[in-house]
Nanobody, 120 residues
Framework: QVQLVESGGGLVQPGGSLRLSCAAS????????MTWYRQAPGKERKLVAV???????QYVDSVEGRFIISRDNAKKTVSLQMNSLKPEDTAVYYC??????????????WGQGTQVTVSS
């Protein structure tokens, strides 16, 4: 079965850095793009960064230049390096993959999430 497991969250001061990782299993990892989302309390889950199967990256404007998404196909992991963190980055961070399944269409899979808190 498809499984995504995030790790690396924690408490960090403004201006600090944190690296999140997502370990994937149960599907052909190298054949699919991966996405990081985040959800702040009382807010909708929003896209943060995307990396295609070929390694092309995209970022939401609010994290552009501060965050870096990467993937390691040999280890079947996707990472999010977060630098110059701000209090508004505080959220639960989720990794996601969208898989097409015959007879069902595109199905969204999520990890359990990891909490990132940016505070003094």
């Amino acid at each position: 079965q498809v499984q995504l497991v995030e790790s690396g969250g924690g408490l960090v001061q403004p201006g600090g850095s944190l690296r999140l990782s997502c370990a994937a299993s149960g599907y052909s990892f190298s054949s699919h793009g991966m996405t990081w989302y985040r959800q702040a309390p009382g807010k909708e889950r929003k896209l943060v960064a995307v990396i295609s199967s070929g390694g092309v990256t995209q970022y939401v404007d609010s994290v552009e230049g501060r965050f870096i998404i990467s993937r390691d196909n040999a280890k079947k992991t996707v990472s999010l390096q977060m630098n110059s963190l701000k209090p508004e980055d505080t959220a639960v961070y989720y990794c996601n993959v969208d898989l097409f399944e015959y007879g069902r269409g595109s199905i969204r899979y999520w990890g359990q999430g990891t909490q990132v808190t940016v505070s003094s």
